[in-house]
Nanobody
């Protein structure tokens, strides 16, 4: 059964860093597209970054490009989101997602196109 397990969230000071992990079971990382999304209360879920699991091509929304880095480890079947220079605007619930359409990231698909989701991970930015 396809399952995504997230870890790495928590409390960080402004300007600090966190690294989120999303470990997959039941399918191979390199046969899926992967995405990271975030959602604040009362707001729509926002796509943050995605990666083509096969060729490694990536996409970042303008607000995080240069601060966040998505990466993959095929041996561990895990996708990561390294987040640097965090600010209050980044304090959301982050979720990873996977989609068997390998080109979902390249096509900039929204959250409804992703088939499998992790449980969500709270990121809090506070001084």
């Amino acid at each position: 059964q396809v399952q995504l397990v997230e870890s790495g969230g928590g409390l960080v000071q402004p300007g600090g860093s966190l690294k989120l992990s999303c470990a997959a079971s039941g399918f191979a990382l390199n046969t899926y597209a992967w995405g990271w999304f975030r959602q604040a209360p009362g707001k729509e879920r926002e796509a943050v970054s995605c990666i083509n699991g096969r060729d490694g091509s990536t996409y970042y929304v303008p607000g995080v490009k240069g601060r966040f880095t998505i990466s993959r480890d095929n041996a561990r079947n895990t996708v990561y989101l390294q987040m640097n220079s965090l600010g209050p605007e980044d304090a959301d619930v982050y979720s990873c997602a996977a989609e068997p359409d390998l080109w979902a990231c390249n096509k900039r698909t929204n959250e409804r196109a992703y088939s499998y989701w992790g449980q969500g991970n709270q990121v809090t930015v506070s001084a």
